[in-house]
């Protein structure tokens, strides 16, 4: 448990940011949650948390592609509960074309929400938690932190640069009571998944099952999706007291992906 401790989880609108959030409430943190937009669901989302766990939740706005937007979001959330404890970089987004065709402005889109943001929200949030002498960072990678897959050029190098800048946190903050991990799903099924297994099941002219099986999970050696609440445990155990001397690593959720 974390209770009393503050979270602010970006992109928790959905999928695996949002079973994290969860998460993090059901142990009795206050949470922020997150995302670009700002509609009448993402504050019942929030006030829903606080009501079932009985912590204080709000949701705030802030694109995590602009930089002055994802410092604000950390500051602004010191602001109001005194503290951010623990920060979870997880809002990302995919895009899947060859290289040489790949959209630059999707490019520059997906290097700014899936790396750059983490970095903005981290130089935010390190400070306070370095005086403090307690903090937890993890940072939702990607098994594409760790290997390559054709057309995904941008999240590759993205998720790899994660990988790089948790380590490099880890190391400048080692000692301090403040931690920085990633973790590295596999395939896990959010909507960010549903997109990809339509477009490759529509492009093969496969059934959605076949797809599934022999496309999105090739490289999934269990042929099973991990599951938002699984990403969700492995998150909060890295925040716990037990992770306290882990540190600049990464944690695989992947169904065995990687060991081979
Ligand atoms: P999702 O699409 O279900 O959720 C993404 C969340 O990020 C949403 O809440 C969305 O509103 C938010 N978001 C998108 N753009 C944003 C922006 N500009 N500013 C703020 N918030 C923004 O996706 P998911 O599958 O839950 O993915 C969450 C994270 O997990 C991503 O970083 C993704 O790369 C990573 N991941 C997912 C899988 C998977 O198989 N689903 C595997 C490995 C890693």
């Not at 959330?77 to 040489?100: C, T, W, Y």
């Not at 269990?222 to 609440?229: G, I, L, N, P, R």
């Amino acid at each position: 448990r974390q209770a009393g401790r503050t979270a602010v989880v970006t992109g928790s609108t959905s999928g695996i940011g949002l079973a994290i959030a969860e998460r993090l409430a059901a142990g009795g943190c206050n949470v922020v949650v997150n995302s670009f937009t700002d509609t009448e669901a993402d504050h019942a989302i929030a006030s829903g948390l606080a009501e079932k766990h009985g912590v204080d939740a709000i949701y705030m706005r802030a694109d995590m592609s602009k930089p002055d937007e994802c410092r604000a979001l950390v500051e602004k959330s010191i602001e109001r509960f005194g503290a951010v404890d623990i920060l979870i970089n997880n809002a990302g987004i995919q895009h899947v074309s060859p290289v040489e065709t790949f959209p630059v402005e999707k490019w520059d889109a997906i290097i700014a929400i899936n790396l750059s943001s983490a970095f903005h929200t981290s130089a935010a949030a390190i400070p306070a938690m370095r005086s403090a002498g307690w903090g937890r960072i993890v940072n939702i990678a990607s098994a594409h932190g760790l290997r390559a897959s054709p057309n995904k050029s941008a999240y590759v190098a993205a998720k790899h640069g994660v990988v790089g800048l948790t380590k490099t946190i880890a190391l400048e903050l080692a000692g301090e009571g403040v931690t920085c991990n990633a973790v590295c799903p596999g395939f896990v099924l959010t909507p960010l998944v549903e997109t990809q297994i339509d477009d490759r099941a529509r492009e093969a002219g496969l059934d959605r099952e076949t797809t599934i099986r022999d496309i999105i999970l090739e490289k999934q050696p269990s042929k099973q999706f991990a599951t938002v609440e699984q990403i969700a445990g492995a998150t909060a155990f890295l925040c716990s007291e037990d992770a306290a001397q882990i540190t600049g690593t990464t944690l695989s959720v992947d169904g065995g992906w990687t060991a081979a």
